[in-house]
Every structure is written in structure tokens, then in C-alpha cells.
């Protein structure tokens, strides 16, 4: 998670998953790399499956790329979100006054904790990262103390 902006009256926080595009734009390049090599000896149904997964890989390296935006603006009394989907981006927003809480979201699957920041107002539970992650509860708890310090300013 990374801090846009932190004045007095906006809060702009951004996630982005540059790991996971990074590992997904490679493989797509492995296999174009592949596909320019071995184009001759490849069969039909090879290079239409190894072509699709190219493609596929492409497309899930842009949808890590486009991040999701949390703002809180004091100014206007609004928290607003996008987060990117497959198609199409997901949005929202809330007034200020309808957070009820902002906390550390944990899950113990597996015998493994993970975590994720969450916002939770009167009509939504809406959590910053898409899905949980296994790092250390102590650098989500900053996010969270970073979003209830500038609150309560």
C-alpha cells in the first residue's frame, strides 16, 4: 500500500500489485519467446493454446497494473474507492461520518494468518488489498492507525 497524498483535509492511499504483473508480464514474453522459436515445429493446436495463454498472461499483467484508489477528502465529507475488475472497475463511496471502523480484516486458513486492511461502514465492508496476504499484521495495523489518526484530526 502505498500514501498518494496525507494533508489535513485528503487522504489518498493506492494499492498495486506490481509482483504479480511482473511475474504474469514475463511469462507472457517466456511464451512469446517460445512461439518466435518454435513457430515451424509447433502444431496447430500448439500455437493457438500456447497464443491464448500468451494472451491470457497479458491480460492479467494489465489488470495487476491499474491500482485500487482509496480517498478520504474531508472537504467534500466523502470516502471513495475504485477497484479494478476483470471488465469493468468497482466503485463507491460513503460520507465520512458513516465509518463505523477501520481494522485489520485476519484469516486463519490452513493453519496460516493472513491479512487485509477493511473499511467497515453502516452499508458496506470494503477491504483495501483483493484478497489476503500473508504478511506481517504489523504493516497493515500502520495503514489502519495511518486512516484513524488523519480521521480524527
Known sequence: ?????????????TERYTFFAGAAWFSAMTLIYGLY?????????SKWGMGATTLGFIAVAIYFLRPSIFEFDKTANHFRWTKPGLFKSHYGEAPLDQIKRVRVDADYADGTKAYRVLVETRGARIPFQ?????????????IVDLIRNWLAR
Not at 500500500?1 to 492511499?13: E, R, S, W
Not at 522459436?37 to 493446436?45: G, I, M, R, S, V
Not at 483483493?130 to 497493515?140: I, N, R, V
Open 1 to 13: 500500500m502505498q500514501v498518494l497524498k496525507n494533508t489535513p483535509d485528503k487522504l489518498v492511499l
Open 37 to 45: 522459436n518454435k513457430w515451424p515445429e509447433l502444431d496447430d493446436p
Open 130 to 142: 483483493h484478497c489476503y496476504t500473508t504478511s506481517e499484521a504489523s504493516d497493515h495495523q500502520q
